[in-house]
């Protein structure tokens, strides 16, 4: 497909030594449409991180990508150098991270760390990349900009700083947005209005959003495309409505029914996923949920996994699809 | 509060400094002690060397000598003042040049890593293994006898201190999340260490440096005890000290009077230490 920003395929990456280590993303391939936005969702530990940070080329020794691609533009991105890929990186993909309280650098005015993006990229004068800093800020909601640029991060609270973050994102206009768990620290009044923030400066760059979370209701609201991840791999992708539709992996389903509805009485139970997601270290050999899943048989637990196709653009890796979706 | 100037840039930091009364008590006490030592010929003290045979030990007030004199019969109000310029340059100049040496090894080690952060670590460590006062006596017994011999072994005794705890800041900091996001904005290797890590490991080497600087003068007064340092004559508080334990029981203010000195100056550094580490500290800062 012509319109794909971001192509990664097949990435691979493992942490820790060669012997005991951990292979934390196991073939991972999904796309990143044009103006549009793509949720990797799963649990913590299944790999999501890790994959956002392989496509930014972030993972420290002794950890790295072993193997696939990261195609921006036709060029793959693994392939590149330090140097190249610098350039890349808050220019061409700007990333908003997780913990706002944690991400800005407490010893830095906020207005400085935004500038500190303008300037590593483009040729302009501090005093310029300052007073864009301020535009920035205006931008992402920031009231009295002019004076809270001269603000250091402590004096933010959680849901400014996560707006200083997507500033200093969007700073060089990048084409693509990765935002790892944007919302995850913040209230959940703050969260909707940061949502709807990221939202809005998507579609006015007509940036594409590579939204990471374990939230199926933020994934309701923001994403047109969704891979489902689980113990390092993507076990199901699908458009939006299809996915919480016509889940088609035991997986997606479980993890919709742990989703509390507020219609629910007090006595409907909760249904949560019995057992532990595996120890990477030594991942069950066949598929990888099988140990958890409901519907698993003998042969799920040597089945090697593979994209099965149940429409143009939905895949699931499951054995067993068929019967999933007969029974939805 | 709210309604300061349109970019207050740093002033918080000296303001948060001025709203501790023991730091600024401090800075001003080591201000006079610094001019005074700095300024010593022209306070009208006198000669720290005129000996007065006929006046030895006197008791402070006698004979025109404000503080007394000591079992030579020297002033002691002019040593006290001559003497601050050899301790306070023993206490600091070793302390800043041995912060500078220390925290650019520490930030190499901490930041680089793998086998740079070894040889320079494992380097240091056998400098840490000798105590301070036995590596200070070895380098000065090397070289001859003198200040230039008494800043250069100390800035050696204490670059290990140094160099440890950037090391361990360092470390703090580039497993920080904002390190992270300043590469995925596409930083620099060099604008990180400059923008990100050095800042925010300076005020803990800042305030680390500054209590280094009372317990320096201790150690250079050791070293001149020892006869490794300035050569007597020449006054220095430490000197002054173990001269005059000698008469302590008949003269204690020989002893006492610089001993008091060195107490005062020291706690004011730590005290000095403590507002810095406030001030420099954004996240102490108040709006």
Known sequence: ?328 | MADALPFRLRHWRLSAFLRDHAAVAAAAVLLIVAALAVFAPWTGAGDPYEANNALRNAPPGAGGHLLGTDQQGRDMLARLFWGGRVSLAVGVVPTLFASVIGLALGMLAGFARGIADQIIMRTLDVLFAFPMVLLAIAVAGVLTPGIVTEIVSITIVLIPYVGRLARTATLGVTSMPYIEAARAAGATQSAIVLRYVLPNVFSPIVVYATTLMGLMIVVGSGLSFLGLGVQPPVADWGAMVSDGRIVLRRAPHVTLLPGVVILAVSLAFNFLGDGLRDALDPRTARR
């Open chain 1, 1 to 328: 497909m012509s319109d794909a920003v971001l192509d990664v395929r097949g990435l691979r990456t493992r942490f820790g030594p060669e012997k005991g280590g951990l292979v934390a993303v196991d073939g991972v391939s999904f796309m990143l449409r044009r103006g549009r936005t793509t949720a990797l969702v799963g649990e913590s530990g299944s790999g999501k991180s890790a994959t956002a940070q392989s496509i930014m080329g972030l993972i420290d020794p002794p950890g790295r990508v072993t193997g696939g691609q990261v195609l921006y533009r036709g060029q793959d991105l693994l392939t590149l150098d330090e140097a190249a890929m610098r350039e890349i990186r808050g220019a061409r993909i700007g990333m908003v991270f997780q913990d706002p309280l944690t991400s800005l650098n407490p010893a830095l005015s906020i207005g400085s760390q935004i500038a500190e993006t303008i300037t590593a990229h483009e040729d302009v004068s501090h005093a310029e990349a300052q007073r864009r800093a301020v535009q920035l800020l205006e931008h992402v909601g920031v009231a009295d900009a002019a004076r809270r640029a001269a603000d250091y991060p402590h004096h933010f609270s959680g849901g400014m700083r996560q707006r200083a973050l997507i500033a200093a994102a969007i700073a060089c206009r990048p084409e693509i947005i990765i935002a790892d768990e944007p919302t995850t620290a913040l209230d959940v009044t703050v969260q909707a209005k940061i949502l709807r923030l990221l939202h809005d400066l998507q579609q006015e760059m007509g940036a594409s959003l590579l939204l990471i979370t374990h939230d199926l209701g933020v994934v309701a609201a923001m994403a047109d495309e969704v891979a489902v991840m689980y113990a390092g791999r993507v076990v199901e992708q699908a458009d939006v409505d299809t996915l919480f539709h016509r889940p088609g992996h035991p997986y997606t389903r479980a993890l919709l029914s742990c989703v509390m509805d507020i219609g629910d009485g007090r006595d409907t139970p909760l249904n949560p996923i019995a057992g532990a997601p595996p120890d990477l270290r030594t991942p069950p050999p066949g598929c990888r949920f099988a140990p958890r899943c409901p519907m698993a048989e003998a042969a799920c637990l040597s089945w090697q996994p593979q994209d099965i196709a149940v429409s143009a653009t939905h895949t699931v890796a499951c054995r067993r699809v068929a019967e999933v979706l007969q029974d939805g």
